[in-house]
């Protein structure tokens, strides 16, 4: 079974751009949840969308914002970049229901560098 | 709110000798608590999980863990270790009451090292 997917796996963009990441998760997970990691501020939670609707948000600005679609994969964007910005953008993949199967998968990543 | 304390930045082991790698969790709730594990440059891997079945968890590759409620600890354990463990550990809580791991909380993060 495939795993996570996450595209592109390295970008470098300038500050003041924006940029777009991809998730595919798990077939069969409706849960894709975002994590940026960073040396300073570890992994932090980004936002968790389930079945299309924004389920659970972390404490980052209004830059920061996401989707999913119909076949659950999912995007997120980060507009007007700032040096700050640079991290490894991490993407899980759960059910998303039921106790018992909380565990979330990664993928390896898209590493951003803005310069 | 949940939060997660992993004890030690930084442990170094000798190969063949035990691994304890300490984590300390903060919960209002009943939580759901893993251990993942990432080698550089690559994404993060689940070792284990608690989810308020067994409190000795096993996990892949010889990992356990033990879930003290009295003491909110789940701290990580192998009996001999091997350089292929060298990594970063991380304890993780659910960060939601419904444990449904969508929202995860990090720790900090435990570096091992492992000495030949």
């Known amino acids: 079974k495939a795993g996570v997917t996450q595209t592109p796996r390295y970008l470098i963009k300038t500050r003041g751009q924006q940029v777009t990441l991809s998730c595919s998760p798990i077939s069969g997970h409706r849960s894709v949840s975002w994590y940026q990691q960073t040396p300073g501020q570890g992994l932090q939670f980004l936002f968790e969308y389930f079945s299309e609707t924004q389920r659970n948000k972390g404490n980052f600005p209004g830059r920061f914002s996401g989707r999913q679609f119909s076949n659950s994969r999912s995007e997120m964007n980060v507009s007007t970049l700032e040096l700050g910005d640079s991290a490894l953008y991490l993407c899980?993949?759960?059910f998303g229901v039921g106790r018992m199967n909380t565990e979330a998968f990664f993928g390896q990543g898209t590493r951003l560098t803005v310069v | 709110a949940q939060s997660v304390t992993q004890l030690d930045s930084h442990v170094s082991v000798s190969e063949g000798t035990p691994v304890l790698l300490r984590c300390n969790y903060s919960?209002?709730?009943?939580?759901?608590l893993f251990w993942y594990v990432q080698h550089p440059n690559k994404g993060l891997q689940l070792l284990l999980k608690?989810?308020?079945?067994?409190?000795l968890v096993k996990g892949i590759n010889g990992f356990e863990a033990e879930f003290k409620k009295s003491e909110t600890s789940f701290h990580l354990t192998k009996p001999s270790a091997h350089m292929s463990d060298a990594a970063e550990y991380f304890c993780?809580?659910?960060?939601?009451?419904?444990?449904?791991?969508?929202?995860?909380?990090f720790g900090q993060g435990t570096e091992l090292s492992v000495k030949p």
């Open positions: 608690y989810t308020s079945a067994a409190t």
């Open positions: 899980a993949s759960s």
């Open positions: 993780v809580v659910t960060g939601t009451i419904y444990n449904q791991g969508g929202k995860l909380i």
């Open positions: 919960s209002s709730y009943s939580p759901s």
